[in-house]
């Protein structure tokens, strides 16, 4: 079956260290994004990757940090300088022709506690 | 910087009653607004809207997009238990940005 996968589904760390979220895609979907939810709270973009080896900074880039080696593949790094990290991370991904239409595949989350 | 806001922040109704949600945009290069729906995990899209003054329907639910005064409604009428959710709206932007607003949670009361 085709979808978005992203692990873990939860995660836990402690201060200080850092951690890589993985999301990956079998729809050979051109567009990737890494969003970050707060709860009760909307989205906000982290980071987005149109095509391989090339990624753009979202509002909120600041102690995360991607790569885009594969187009199946936009693993999402949690530095030790992101202040405040606990939170849900929403991957996302579409057809570049699809991305106005609203034609977004989000995986099912990873929720980062750090204690 | 790309601005999505939406309000309200969050509303309780009781079934039957009629809501309508509000999202402004301050953006470079619009594209397109986007309406999802988000229950528990993964958002599912409801609506894309490109032109002004065209109302989209499904069901229940209905949008409309004014281009001029840079805002969008989200209308669901007769609510049910299940519509309760967070609703987000979306823009896109050239160079394929997505920028989300920050949600308005919606409870509906038996």
């Known amino acids: 079956d085709g979808g978005i996968t992203q692990s873990p589904k939860y995660l836990f760390r402690k201060e200080g260290q850092n951690v890589t979220l993985s999301c990956e895609q079998n729809l050979n979907h051109d567009a990737m994004y890494w969003y970050r939810q707060d709860p009760g709270q909307g989205l906000r973009l982290i980071y987005y990757s149109q095509i391989v080896n090339d990624f753009q900074k979202g509002d909120i880039a600041e102690g995360y940090s991607v790569s885009r080696e594969k187009k199946e593949s936009f693993p999402l790094t949690v530095t030790s300088a992101q202040k405040n990290p606990t939170a849900f991370y929403l991957c996302?991904?579409?057809?570049?022709?699809?991305?106005?239409?609203?034609?977004?595949?989000f995986g099912e989350g990873s929720r980062l506690t750090v204690l | 910087e790309d601005k999505v806001v939406q309000s309200p922040l969050s509303l309780v109704v009781h079934e039957g009653d009629t809501v309508t949600l509000n999202c402004s945009y301050e953006v470079t290069n619009f594209r397109s607004l986007l309406w999802y729906k988000q229950e528990k995990k993964a958002p599912t899209f409801l609506f894309m809207l490109?032109?002004?003054?065209i109302e989209k329907k499904s069901g229940r639910l209905s949008s409309i997009l004014d281009k001029k005064e840079l805002f969008s409604i989200l209308n669901i009428t007769a609510t049910q238990t299940g519509d309760s959710a967070i609703y987000l709206c979306a823009v896109t932007t050239a160079g394929n940005k997505l920028t989300f607003g920050g949600g308005t949670r919606v409870l509906v009361k038996p």
């Open positions: 490109t032109s002004s003054g």
């Open positions: 996302a991904s579409s057809f570049i022709a699809g991305v106005s239409t609203g034609e977004l595949f």
